[in-house]
């Protein structure tokens, strides 16, 4: 079952603004990490957040967590059409004393980037 | 390249017919996961393993699908008597895990398997 959920389902901007997605999931996570997906390629590990953390930079990249209300946000500041891709959430769940590491993914957010 | 690879990356098949998909995780990495992912969706996990004990298995995981993680290097998917309802991509990762705070985990590109 998908735990994340992301909004926007699909999210289209010009060159240089910014893209803000959102995640929500449902359980208690150990982290939460956010994958790139070009069109019919494989995923590309973008930033891991901790549950203890709150918030994470890397490069242009930004993201949030927040885990009273059990969400994240990934914001991608001066977007570039090289930018467009499909972008997943996925999270980490605590599994207590049991290391499971496997992931829950969301559905995901399309962004398309017009030059 | 020291990434995750996967092979073959395009593999159409009968229905009927059993298929093999290779894994080769990055070397150092302790744990390897396998995932299917359909068109418009998030990838699914399906099993994993750590080292070479196949730890968990997804109820997504019928009788028809194995894997194998041999000496705990890479990692094969075999999927018997192939259906077309097994037609998706199916994704390999690895990461190296230990102690509380779980590690980032690294995509293959991804088998994309058509069954007609």
């Known amino acids: 079952s998908q735990q994340g959920e992301e909004d926007p389902q699909a999210l289209s901007i010009q060159e240089g603004e910014n893209a803000t997605m959102n995640c929500s999931y449902k359980?208690?996570?150990?982290?939460l990490q956010w994958y790139r997906q070009n069109s019919g390629r494989g995923l590309v590990h973008l930033i891991l957040i901790r549950s203890n953390e709150r918030e994470k930079h890397s490069g242009r990249l930004r993201v949030t967590l927040d885990t009273s209300k059990k969400s994240s946000s990934l914001l991608i500041t001066a977007s570039r059409a090289a930018d467009t891709a499909s972008y997943f959430c996925a999270t980490d769940q605590d599994a207590g004393g049991t290391s499971y590491g496997k992931l829950t993914f969301g559905q995901g957010t399309i962004l398309t980037v017009h030059p | 390249d020291t990434g995750v690879s996967q092979d073959p990356r395009h593999k159409i098949t009968k229905r009927g017919q059993n298929v093999t998909f290779r894994c080769d995780p990055i070397?150092?990495?302790?744990?390897l996961y396998w995932y299917r992912q359909t068109l418009g969706q998030g990838p699914e996990f399906l099993t994993y393993f750590q080292n070479e004990a196949q730890l968990e298995k997804s109820r997504l995981l019928s009788d028809r699908f194995s894997a194998e993680r041999p000496k705990g290097s890479f990692s094969t998917l075999e999927i018997q008597r192939t259906e077309q309802g097994d037609s998706a991509m199916y994704l390999c990762?690895?990461?190296?895990?230990?102690?509380?705070?779980?590690?980032?985990?690294?995509f293959g590109q991804g088998t994309r398997l058509t069954v007609v």
């Open positions: 359980t208690s996570i150990n982290n």
């Open positions: 070397s150092e990495h302790n744990r």
């Open positions: 990762a690895s990461s190296l895990t230990s102690g509380f705070w779980r590690a980032e985990a690294f």
